[in-house]
C-alpha cells in the first residue's frame, strides 16, 4: 500500500514533472529543471505554508496572554494546558499546521533521490512516462560545470548555510521575561528555548551531513526550498505589517 502511494503520488508526479520541462524547454538542463521544479512544488503548497506561517505570527502576538495564563495557573498545568488549548481555539489557530507541511516534503525529498538512485536520469524509464509527456532527446546531467549525480561538499555547504538563514528568520528569538524571585523557571519554556536552539544551529548541520552525503540533486533541492522559504517569511511579514500596525 505504501509502495504503491509513493510510486503513483510522488514518484511518478515528480518523474513526469522533471521530465516534461526536460523536454518542453529549450537548453535546459536537470539542474534547472530541479530549481524550477521545486518552485512548482513549493507554490503548490503555498496555502498549506502560509497557514503554518500565520499561525506562527498570531501565536506571536498572542505570546502576552499566553503568558498571563502560565502564570495564573502556574501550579495547575492540566488547567493552565486547557485554557491555553481554549485560546488556541478561540484564536481559530491549530498550533500543529506546520507539521502537515513536513509529512509532505519529506516524500517529495525521497522521490527525488530514487528519480537517480534508479536511474531514471539520464536514461529515461518510458515505464513511468506519461502518454502526454514526450521524452527529450538529450538529457544534460551537468550544472555549472559539476554532474548533479556526484555528491559535493560545496553544495553541502551551500544547503547547511540556506537553512541556517532560514531558521534564524522564521523561529525568532525568545524573549528574556523578568522572574519572580524565588520562582524556578518554566519547564514547557526551557524545552521551548532548547528546541528554537537545536532547530537554529543543530538543524543546519545535520542539512549538511544529509547533503553531503547524496547528490548535489538533493542539495539543489534543500538550497532553492530554503530561499522559496525565506521569501514566503518576507511576503507574510509585509502582508501581516498593517494588521500589526493596528493592534498597537
Do not use: W
Not at 509513493?6 to 529543471?33: D, E, K, M, R, S
Not at 499566553?66 to 491549530?94: C, G, P, R, S
Amino acid at each position: 500500500m505504501f509502495h504503491y502511494i509513493f510510486q503513483n503520488f510522488f514518484y511518478a508526479p515528480l518523474y513526469n514533472g522533471l521530465v516534461f520541462l526536460l523536454a518542453y524547454i529549450p537548453f535546459i538542463n536537470v539542474g534547472i529543471a530541479v530549481i524550477l521544479f521545486t518552485c512548482i512544488v513549493k507554490v503548490a503548497l503555498f496555502p498549506l505554508s502560509k497557514k503554518s506561517i500565520r499561525t506562527q505570527l498570531e501565536m506571536k502576538k498572542m505570546e502576552p496572554e499566553m503568558n498571563e495564563i502560565k502564570a495564573k495557573y502556574k501550579d495547575n498545568k492540566q488547567v493552565q494546558a486547557e485554557k491555553i488549548m481554549a485560546l488556541y481555539k478561540d484564536k481559530n489557530l491549530n498550533p500543529f499546521s506546520g507539521i502537515a507541511l513536513m509529512f509532505i516534503q519529506l516524500p517529495v525529498l525521497i522521490a527525488l533521490y530514487y528519480v537517480f538512485l534508479r536511474g531514471g536520469l539520464p536514461n529515461i524509464d518510458h515505464n513511468v512516462l506519461y502518454s502526454f509527456v514526450k521524452a527529450p532527446d538529450v538529457v544534460n546531467m551537468m550544472f555549472f560545470g559539476i554532474d548533479i549525480t556526484k555528491t559535493s561538499t560545496l553544495f553541502a555547504v551551500f544547503a547547511a548555510l540556506a537553512q541556517f538563514f532560514q531558521m534564524q528568520l522564521t523561529i525568532p528569538k525568545t524573549p528574556k521575561k523578568a522572574k519572580i524571585k524565588g520562582q524556578k523557571d518554566d519547564f514547557k519554556d526551557e524545552l521551548a528555548k532548547s528546541m528554537n536552539m537545536q532547530m537554529k544551529y543543530v538543524m543546519p548541520i545535520i542539512i549538511f551531513l544529509v547533503a553531503k552525503s547524496f547528490p548535489v540533486v538533493v542539495s539543489l533541492y534543500l538550497i532553492t526550498s530554503s530561499i522559496f522559504a525565506i521569501g514566503q517569511e518576507f511576503y507574510m511579514r509585509r502582508e501581516k505589517k498593517p494588521e500589526l500596525a493596528l493592534n498597537k
